[in-house]
């Protein structure tokens, strides 16, 4: 009990004194000589249950992995990390509530937001309520750094535009004849978004393509025989889906199983995370992307003993490779490092501040195994795009893509300030004349 | 009219192909659904856990039998024994464990405890199977395809979606109709279902009837996901996607009638594959504009019976 009151006391001067230094108002903020915490606190949200935990939780076994690795090593600045995690899946409004509880009781120095483009749109603002450092790890919506700014946001790979823009590219490059086309996507905004990029941008590119069918199956809807003959009737040229998960498993086994691969060529630009399931079900000859560029058969890998490295780990505790949103993640902890190191060095060897850890990350350059990434002004990544023709190689027992091109991010990013759709309705046929070839094999 | 017929009838055809398949899906595990609220009076809502389960057993097992070289239509076995496990060790554990302490009692608390069954069996189902999607299309594969008359071209359909699946929810219906009229123990869950207490008067065992039927209802859920796992693919959350349609069909066609899901299955069956071809905007919510067409005229459903509140 006298604990308490003596505590109350305490507690009521120094709300008096935090309200006129104004610290208190943002919590964690306010030391501009930030002691050097016993550990240090990442939130990381993800999809730990429903369909997205295909992505969620093998992102939640990098990290693991990760954070592992690193305090082994010694952690960053010579403090240990922490990963403390939240499902996504009950939706905005407890993720909402979750991020605030993270900051604010759990005192996390860094937030990871998210899978989900509704998520990140809800996390982020929070971001600048409570100025805290959040990397969005995986989310690809174009609306965030295109609609608002947001200082201590940070997008630490591709999105949206380019992941669609470059398979565009990539078929309009290497199958130029096609005109006619089917859209198969799942019913909600990355569905219906990804459609409204890669319909602008084609009618801007190449006018004139008839669109046969668009099709918006409900997000894990478990058939889509009804779909399949439609299409088959419909024998469009080009089908494209942007489908993930199981989603997309289910619609490439049932349009193998009924030939529709032999129709059409299908541009599946989400595709790599499913290719392991799908195994040799996957047909040969059409075109997938990896939202990125981080191929396990990446062509020409900046760190490939890294690669290596990452991936082998991976598989030796998962006993399967790591997909996409794995790389994310890595990304993700790369670039916390990178700018905590280029924080530190910059106080001279003190630690950073949620200001200060903010301004590293901005124009921050961070090395990944396969590339390096820029953060740009407005706090998205530049991630180049590779996209190619899935094949079958004796190395791996599911498919990999042939004839890649990488498309480098800032040919296929929007400029900063402007919005996609903008930016998309003015392209030009020329631009395909700045598409690099092909790199064969 | 005549004239929008004769252009549309091939696609028609091939809507009707499709939804058939379809609802006989939606109708195996709506008629379990259905079953089991008829006698025992709860809406359960793990049964699309049941579903799921089903068919990740069924997936499991299959892959299992090929990886010991047995001969490939052993994957017909396996979707029959697998549900029939699932369905013999799940469902009475549930009903004994769960149910029992629940009859009787109000339905927000009934929805509330099959509620949390239900999650407490998708995180199980994660502990076993994990995130990843998992399948199994040798029984699909077997069959090949069948090549269908379309104007100048041919459409290939499976002869699993096109012959099995109708074919397994026709012989489920009808032998479930023949064992409901024509054999005792049907005899009495129809008494159990019509009037609880004068069959518990006439000396029916009215707990081991609920046991037998919520098992039942149970196995024809996980028959329901066994079937749907060589065309599908398993990943978390089928469960719930699987529950609300099968209420959707429920509801249209009034609880606790066997004959009236199959007809709504087949109504919100064609249904959704007539919109995909005529109105792809309204795919995702066609099965509900028919259940709430149904709902505004018949608040009952179709076949549903109007009850006398006692008070």
């Keep these: ?441 | 009219m005549a004239g929008w017929l004769e252009q549309n009838a091939l696609l028609l055809g091939l809507a009707l192909l499709d939804g058939l398949a379809y609802a006989a899906l939606v109708f195996m595990v709506a008629v379990g659904l259905n079953m089991v609220f008829g006698v025992l009076r709860i809406i359960n809502i793990a049964h699309g856990s049941l579903f799921a389960i089903g068919g990740y057993a069924a997936a499991s097992l299959g892959l299992f039998l090929a990886a010991r070289g047995l001969p490939d239509w052993t994957g017909y076995v396996a979707l029959v024994l697998a549900a029939a496990l699932v369905g013999g060790i799940l469902g009475p554990v549930i009903e004994r464990g769960v149910l029992r302490r629940i009859y009787g009692h109000e339905q927000v608390l009934q929805l509330l405890v099959t509620f949390a069954l239900f999650m407490i069996l998708e995180d199980a189902q994660k502990l076993i199977w994990g995130v990843q999607p998992v399948s199994n299309d040798a029984p699909l594969r077997l069959l090949g395809t069948v090549d269908v008359p379309f104007g100048e071209d041919v459409i290939p359909f499976t002869a699993y979606q096109l012959f099995v699946l109708p074919g397994v929810a026709l012989a489920t219906l009808v032998g479930l109709a023949w064992f409901l009229r024509r054999t005792l123990t049907g005899r009495v869950i129809v008494a159990v279902t019509t009037d609880r207490e004068a069959a518990t008067a006439m000396g029916i065992d009215a707990r081991r009837v609920f046991l037998l039927t919520f098992t039942f209802g149970a196995g024809l859920a996980a028959l329901g996901g066994a079937l749907a796992s060589p065309t599908t693919t398993l990943v978390p959350g089928l469960g719930a996607a699987t529950i609300v349609l099968s209420f959707a069909v429920v509801a249209t066609a009034g609880l606790g009638q066997i004959e009236g899901a199959a007809i709504s299955a087949l109504l919100i069956g064609i249904g959704r594959s007539a919109a995909v071809y005529l109105a792809p905007e309204f795919e995702v919510v066609v099965p509900y504009l028919i259940m709430v067409a149904v709902l505004l005229v018949r608040p009952q459903g179709l076949f549903g019976v109007v009850e006398t509140r006692r008070v």
């Excluded at chain 1, 900051?103 to 509704?118: D, K, R």
């Excluded at chain 1, 690809?140 to 790979?157: V, W």
């Excluded at chain 1, 530049?382 to 996209?387: G, K, N, R, S």
């Design chain 1, 1 to 441: 009990m006298s604990t308490q009151t003596q505590l109350s006391r305490r507690g009521a001067l120094a709300v008096a004194a935090g309200a006129v230094s104004g610290s208190l108002l943002w919590p964690g903020s306010g030391s501009a000589q930030a002691q050097k915490p016993a550990e240090l606190k990442v939130g990381i949200t993800t999809f730990l249950s429903g369909p997205a935990s295909v992505f969620g939780v093998p992102a939640r076994h990098t990290a693991e992995m990760l954070f592992e690795e690193i305090n082994r090593a010694g952690g960053i600045g010579g403090v240990p990390v922490r990963a403390l995690f939240v499902d996504e899946a009950p939706g905005t409004d407890h993720l909402v509530g979750e991020f605030r509880r993270l900051v604010q009781n759990e005192g996390v120095h860094v937030m990871f937001a998210s899978i989900s483009s509704g998520s990140c749109l809800a996390c982020t603002p929070l971001s600048d309520e409570l100025r805290k450092t959040t990397i969005l790890w995986d989310c690809g919506t174009q609306r965030i750094f295109e609609e608002g700014r947001h200082p201590y946001a940070f997008r630490t790979q591709g999105y949206a535009t380019p992941e669609v823009l470059a398979p565009l590219l990539y078929l309009l490059k290497t199958r130029p004849d096609f005109r006619t086309l089917a859209v198969i996507n799942q019913d909600y905004a990355w569905g219906r978004d990804s459609w409204e990029i890669w319909k602008t941008a084609m009618d801007a590119l190449k006018p004139g393509v008839r669109v046969v069918a668009e099709l918006f199956p409900r997000l894990g809807a478990p058939d889509y025989s009804t779909e399949v003959t439609r299409l088959l009737a419909a024998r469009p040229d080009v089908i494209y889906s942007t489908h993930w998960g199981g989603d997309l498993v289910t619609l490439v086994r049932q349009a193998a199983e009924r030939r529709l691969f032999d129709r059409s060529t299908f541009v599946l630009p989400v595709a790599e995370a499913s290719l392991q399931i799908l195994g040799r079900t996957m047909p040969a000859g059409h075109i997938i992307g990896t939202r990125g560029d981080h191929w396990n058969n990446h062509p020409r890998p900046r760190d490939p003993a890294r690669l290596s490295r990452f991936v082998e780990s991976y598989r030796r505790r998962q006993n399967e490779y790591p997909i996409y949103p794995c790389h994310h993640m890595y990304q993700a902890i790369s670039a916390m490092q990178a700018a905590y190191e280029k924080a530190i060095a910059a106080k001279g060897g003190g630690w950073p501040n949620d200001q200060e850890l903010a301004a590293a990350f901005r124009g921050l350059e961070f090395a990944t195994p396969t590339s390096t990434i820029t953060l740009r002004e407005d706090g998205q990544g530049l991630e180049d795009q590779i996209v190619g023709v899935s094949s079958f190689t004796d190395r791996f027992p599911f498919a990999v893509p042939k004839d890649m091109i990488i498309f480098p991010a800032a040919m296929v990013s929007t400029p900063v300030g402007q919005k996609s759709v903008d930016w998309l309705k003015t392209l030009k046929p020329d631009l395909l004349a700045q598409v690099p070839a092909p790199i064969a094999g």
